[in-house]
């Protein structure tokens, strides 16, 4: 018999209200804001410190994955059902799909299989426009700044050659990366080169997932550093006074979502910024108001735990305060495969040897969530091509190592196929739990925290830097930014800045391209390598299998 689709699974499932849903919470329907039936925002005022400290957060995260991702997302959801049926009160917390890869190559962020939040096609498109608005508040930003250069009245000096702020659009579109714009004459603005990132890379992105109400946004907003004036004094939104309209368009997309998961338990998505080239995890407020309504709170963070995870726990839960209690690490046989040697067309053949080979990836990743001071819990991803040697051999290294690894079934059987898996969570964090240290002190220097960070996490010998991040260091110095943390753009596919070295790579030097500065956010980005902040699509892009019917029913979404 055909597999359904993991659409075609979620159009299956017939949704309960939200403020059945909301109930579960113990929140009253008069305090949600009603998107419809099936979706929900929740106020900032139901966060409850107290309840945040007490309660449980579960992290998961993964080994350096295949370009089709291991299943973080799959795991996530089905762990929550898994810890719902064995009796624990879960929600998860999970970051908001963007437009890219939901036409590019990769697919929505809703889970998959049995293991999906829903309404699965208003999620992985424009949801409850939270996206809309970080764009608009981004572009706003940028209109501000031309409007200003052209002005004659009320121009801040602002010089043209460094303007650091980007236009956004939330499509994979390499044409808008270098662009230039006021051509056309006097009344069009001043010519400039300028470009584009998508959405989930703007500042205004990285703000949202950092503010923790809506007058610290404001601040954070007023923070962005934009360029230099003509006699070289550093320009910021609050010199445009931007911060208060651009928090306007803001004001619905700080409150959080509420949805449900297909066993109907609650799940909160909010925020979506990329791992690889931003912070990679949903918002403090969201995570926050998982864990002041839940006892226990699952959440992910994107890409392998060399990105999403390490920027979990150095920027987020040092910022917001935030103690995980476990990550759980997801691993695929055919990730384990491919980090072994395997082509692309061997992922799917079951190869213990390439599996036994691959196995150091996972193995280093084991090794940096403990430097966190915490303890993993291995979740292998089942797939229908692991053979049962290939899965035992896995559990049995891990056991060596002191990790429980247990199969994680959700993607086929739902909350039925994670309980083993939650029981194995519960017993880390009910018997092992210590308080997480950060690998990092925010008041060291910027390279001591590069450097740790490329070390300790990547494995690198050496970090270089070009000559266009040394003058960015010098920049960041006389701004007064060394205290901020870091947030690393590097490659997914490689520990390293080099997407071919799979496995654990050693002995490699990683290249510091430029620094960037999200002073909004309070972190500084360094570029490794090649990485852009605006993807291009693929040859054969996924909008090319998408059909709608009459009836505005969805074929072909992932």
């Not at 002995?507 to 510091?512: L, N, R, S």
């Amino acid at each position: 018999m055909a597999h359904l689709s993991d659409i075609e699974i979620a159009q299956s499932k017939t949704l309960i209200h939200i403020k059945k849903i909301a109930q579960k919470l113990k929140v009253d329907e008069d305090d949600i804001e009603m998107y419809g039936k099936y979706k929900a925002k929740l106020p900032l005022s139901l966060i409850d410190d107290e309840k945040v400290k007490k309660n449980n957060l579960v992290l998961v995260t993964a080994l350096t994955p295949t370009p089709a991702g291991e299943g973080k997302t799959t795991v996530s959801i089905g762990l929550t059902e898994g810890l719902n049926k064995i009796g624990k009160q879960a929600t998860v917390v999970l970051r908001e799909p963007s437009l890219g890869p939901v036409f590019g190559i990769k697919g929505g962020a809703a889970g998959g299989g049995y293991s999906q939040v829903v309404p699965m096609e208003d999620i992985n498109l424009h949801f409850t426009g939270d996206f809309n608005a970080v764009e608009k508040a981004n572009n706003l930003l940028s209109a501000l700044i031309d409007n200003n250069i052209q002005s004659k009245t009320n121009n801040l000096n602002i010089d043209p050659r460094t303007i650091l702020w980007k236009r956004v659009i939330d499509m994979n579109d390499r044409a808008l990366r270098d662009i230039t714009i006021g051509l056309g004459g006097t009344m069009n603005g001043v010519p400039r080169q300028d470009g584009f990132n998508i959405t989930p890379a703007s500042e205004v992105m990285a703000i949202l997932c950092m503010a923790s109400d809506l007058e610290n946004l404001k601040k954070r907003l007023g923070d962005i550093f934009i360029g230099f004036t003509f006699d070289n004094k550093p320009i910021f939104a609050r010199d445009l006074k931007a911060e208060n309209a651009m928090a306007i368009l803001l004001k619905d997309a700080i409150k959080p979502n509420l949805v449900q998961t297909l066993e109907e338990n609650p799940a909160i998505i909010h925020g979506g910024p990329f791992a690889n080239i931003a912070q990679g995890t949903n918002t403090i407020i969201a995570t926050k108001m998982g864990l002041s309504l839940s006892n226990y709170v699952v959440t992910e963070a994107g890409f392998g735990a060399d990105l999403g995870a390490e920027k979990f726990l150095n920027i987020k839960s040092t910022f917001a305060k935030l103690n995980p209690k476990c990550v759980v690490l997801v691993a695929t046989i055919r990730a384990l495969r491919h980090h072994g040697g395997a082509k692309p067309e061997e992922y799917n053949i079951p190869d213990l040897e390439k599996v036994s080979k691959g196995f150091i990836n996972l193995e280093k990743h084991i090794e940096n969530i403990r430097k966190f001071n915490i303890e993993p819990v291995v979740a292998i991803n089942s797939f229908i091509s692991d053979s049962k040697e290939e899965a035992d051999f896995v559990i049995e290294k891990c056991a060596k190592l002191g990790v429980e690894a247990v199969l994680s079934e959700g993607w086929g059987n739902g909350g039925k196929g994670t309980k083993s898996l939650a029981t194995a969570v519960v017993n880390v964090v009910e018997n092992k739990a210590t308080h997480y240290k950060s690998l990092y002190d925010w008041k060291s220097p910027i390279k001591d925290k590069i450097e740790i960070i490329a070390k300790e996490i990547y494995g690198a010998k050496n970090v270089e830097y070009s000559k266009k991040a040394q003058l960015n260091l010098r920049r960041i110095s006389r701004l007064g930014f060394d205290d901020f943390a870091i947030c690393m753009a590097k490659t997914q596919k490689s520990f390293s800045d080099n997407a071919s070295l799979i496995g654990r790579p050693e002995g490699f030097t990683v290249t510091v391209r430029e620094i960037e500065i999200a002073s909004g956010a309070q972190f500084v980005i360094p570029i490794l390598g090649k990485m852009m902040r605006m993807p291009g699509l693929p040859s054969i892009p996924a909008s090319e299998n998408m059909t709608i019917d009459n009836n505005g029913v969805i074929s072909g979404l992932s």
